[in-house]
């Protein structure tokens, strides 16, 4: 019978080093992206039109358009969705998300219109 090596026979391996990583000085670092000024005329335009159109049905149409206008940037997008929401929003937050939390307001509207109107436990859709 052939004997088995014990733990002690079985030579190991010197473990390898390893390489830390360290920063590096030399380095340099990726510019930051860099948020122009916000455009307060958008700004100004798309906040009366939205308030004038919340609650409604013209208001799909209007943020349409908003969504798909390329001079609406991040930065108005919070400085349109601030104006509405009466609320400071963060400056970091992202236009989908400014946005979405104006179409919050509006579907919350519309559904409070919706229910205002219902009579006699009835829908009013």
Partial sequence: M???PTKKAVAKKPAAKSKKSVASASKKSTPSKRR???DAAVVAKYTE???KALG???FEKLFGTIKDDVQVTQAEAVGIASAILEAQ????TARGAALARILKL???LATFKLK???VGG???A
Avoid: K, L
Avoid at 89 to 92: A, E, G, R
């Fill in 122 to 124: 009835r829908s009013a």
């Fill in 56 to 58: 409604e049905a013209s």
């Fill in 116 to 118: 205002q109107r219902a």
């Fill in 2 to 4: 052939a004997r088995r």
């Fill in 106 to 108: 509006h579907n919350s």
């Fill in 49 to 51: 039109a939205i308030n």
């Fill in 36 to 38: 122009g000024p916000m």
């Fill in 89 to 92: 929003v963060t400056p970091s």
